[in-house]
């Protein structure tokens, strides 16, 4: 069965900072991944996806992702930070494979931003 | 708007009472999911639907039943609840005509206490 890691528990951060949060799949053949985001009370909303093309995948408020196959890796990335940005982020997969579908999540990583 | 909808938000109830929380979908998506989260474990998929009156066990599904009479609506139904079942509850949506890349929207989450 497929799996995903996810790196860190807790990262705290002083605004402007960079971010990278781990991420590590372990199906070996056609995989799809995302990165939701949590923000504290709310419903998860997606960052961004990757299922082709580009390996360097750009989404919304400034984060990217980077596809490294030979790593089974998608770090996600925000080169400068900010308060806003404390979250709970969640890193995902499906894969191609069955026709399933099944949307295979991370245990999650909690983001503090410090001002 | 395009949403997925839950009810209710916020539930409290006693062990063995049975209690349904309904969710409904506006996109016209065949595919439907619920997830329980809980802190440390990510989200886990508990049951899914491939479309009308089709439905699948997803990896914590004990406890749990779920219907699909109308593409639109998911109901989840704890017959018996249990203490255990106290946890975030989120329901899914997502097309299947775009393969496993195809984005899952989530709905709100319901909070379940079981006393």
């Known amino acids: 069965a497929q799996s995903v890691s996810q790196h860190n528990h807790h990262v705290i951060l002083s605004e402007a900072a960079s971010l990278e949060l781990g991420c590590n799949y372990s199906?070996?053949?056609?995989?799809?991944l995302f990165w939701y985001v949590q923000y504290p009370g709310q419903h998860l909303q997606l960052l961004l996806k990757?299922?082709?093309?580009?390996?360097l995948v750009k989404g919304i408020k400034g984060f990217e992702a980077e596809f490294i196959k030979s790593k089974f890796s998608f770090n996600l990335r925000k080169p400068s930070v900010q308060w806003s940005d404390t979250a709970e982020y969640f890193c995902a997969s499906t894969y191609s494979g069955a026709g399933s579908y099944q949307l295979t999540f991370g245990k999650g990583t909690k983001l503090s931003v410090i001002p | 708007e395009a949403q997925v909808t839950q009810n209710p938000r916020y539930l409290i109830t006693v062990t063995g009472k049975k209690l349904t929380v309904t969710c409904s979908q506006n996109?016209?998506?065949?595919?439907m999911s619920w997830y329980r989260q809980d802190p440390g474990l990510g989200l886990r998929q508990i049951y899914y639907s491939m479309n009308v009156e089709v439905t699948d066990k997803g990896d914590v599904p004990e406890g749990y039943k779920v219907s699909r009479k109308e593409k639109r609506n998911f109901p989840l139904i704890l017959e018996s609840p249990s203490p255990n079942q106290t946890s975030l509850y989120f329901c899914?949506?997502?097309?299947?005509?775009?393969?496993?890349?195809?984005?899952?929207?989530f709905g709100p989450g319901t909070r379940l206490l079981v006393l």
């Open positions: 199906y070996g053949g056609t995989v799809n």
């Open positions: 899914a949506s997502r097309l299947l005509s775009g393969g496993e890349g195809e984005t899952q929207y």
């Open positions: 996109m016209n998506h065949e595919y």
């Open positions: 990757y299922f082709s093309g580009d390996p």
